[in-house]
């Protein structure tokens, strides 16, 4: 089981950091990622991690203002948010896998959780 949390609403400029808690397995330095998903548009890759040094993957929307870290003894995984703008507005996912992944297609990632809303005001 994946929950999030840390979603609200801020201003433009503002940051955020969410949290994923897994329970249930411990996906260690297997593929964890977040996603968001905005009205009308599909679900979009925003950020990933896995194997042992931590390796980052990041959509070039949010490089360089999105950080995602992982504690592996707390089996969370953390997305912080910084120079949020108004397009960042989306229900936020965090996904995981019990494997190392090539690419963070949606499929390839079978755990799943609810979402956690992020509002961007201009």
């Known amino acids: 089981q994946l929950v999030e949390s840390g979603g609200g609403l801020v201003q433009a400029g503002g940051s955020l950091r969410l949290s994923c808690a897994a329970s249930g397995r411990t996906f260690s330095s297997y593929a964890m990622g977040w996603f968001r998903q905005a009205p009308g548009k599909e679900r979009e890759f925003v950020a990933g991690?896995?194997?042992?040094?931590?390796?980052?993957r990041y959509a070039n929307s949010v490089k360089g203002r999105f950080t995602i870290s992982r504690d592996s003894a707390k089996n969370t995984v953390y997305l912080q948010m910084n120079s949020l703008k108004p397009e960042d507005t989306a229900v936020y996912y965090c996904a995981a896998s019990l494997a190392t992944i090539s690419d963070y297609d949606p499929k390839r990632l079978a755990y799943w959780g609810q979402g956690t809303q992020v509002t961007v005001s201009s």
């Open positions: 991690i896995q194997g042992i040094g931590q390796n980052t």
